[in-house]
Each structure stands twice: as structure tokens, then as C-alpha cells.
Nanobody, 120 residues
């Protein structure tokens, strides 16, 4: 019904940068909050950053000043610009969207995840 597809992950050296993208498609009427979560091996999934439809943002303390979340409502896409990456940022990154479908139901959709590895 609604699909989220992430891209942009990969291997980067400490101090490097990556930009993640997540495009939503399907039976979408509108999208409210969108966000990025991450899950490292042996750890619980945690919120990295979130953004409302009106572009209010919220960040985990560990990424403030290094990560920037943004969105393009016309493209149903959310981005995560990551700079000054650290080994502890290594995780699978998932995007999340609160979607109002064309049937006017509200659902929470998740992407399949994209691996980010920070290592020298």
C-alpha cells in the first residue's frame, strides 16, 4: 500500500560524510512526521532525527550539530545529511513515515533499512 525505499548508505572513513534518502510511494494522501532511526548490532532501535510536515526538527543528542534532516513534500522524500561521522554511528538506518493514505487511514510505514559503516 505504501512503500519507503532508502538509499545512500555505505562505507565511509571516520570524519567523512554521507547523505541518506528515503522516498515514499503508493497510496499516499499526505505524510505527517517523517524520521530516521538506527539500530546497531546488539542494540535497540533508536530515534536519530525527526521532522514534521512544517519542518520542525528533533535530534538525538548524539548527532546534534553533525546530522541534518530535511524533506521535500512534493517528492514525499526525507533526507539525512551526515557529517563528521564516527565509528559509533555504524548501524542500519531506517526511515519512518506517518502516512495518511488515500483511504484516509493513518499508518506507520518503515523502510527496509540501509547500512552505514564508519571505519578506517
Amino acid at each position: 500500500q505504501v512503500q519507503l525505499v532508502e538509499s545512500g548508505g555505505g562505507l565511509v572513513q571516520p570524519g567523512g560524510s554521507l547523505r541518506l534518502s528515503c522516498a515514499a510511494s503508493g497510496s499516499i494522501f499526505s505524510i505527517n512526521d517523517m524520521g530516521w532511526y538506527r539500530q546497531a548490532p546488539g542494540k535497540e532501535r533508536e530515534l536519530v532525527a525527526a521532522i514534521t510536515r512544517g519542518d520542525s526538527t528533533n535530534y538525538a543528542d548524539s548527532v546534534k550539530g553533525r546530522f541534518t534532516i530535511s524533506r521535500d513534500n512534493a517528492k514525499n522524500t526525507v533526507y539525512l545529511q551526515m557529517i563528521s561521522l564516527k565509528p559509533e554511528d555504524t548501524a542500519v538506518y531506517f526511515c519512518n513515515a506517518q502516512v495518511i493514505t488515500t483511504a484516509r487511514s493513518q499508518i506507520t510505514s518503515w523502510g527496509q533499512g540501509t547500512q552505514v559503516t564508519v571505519s578506517s
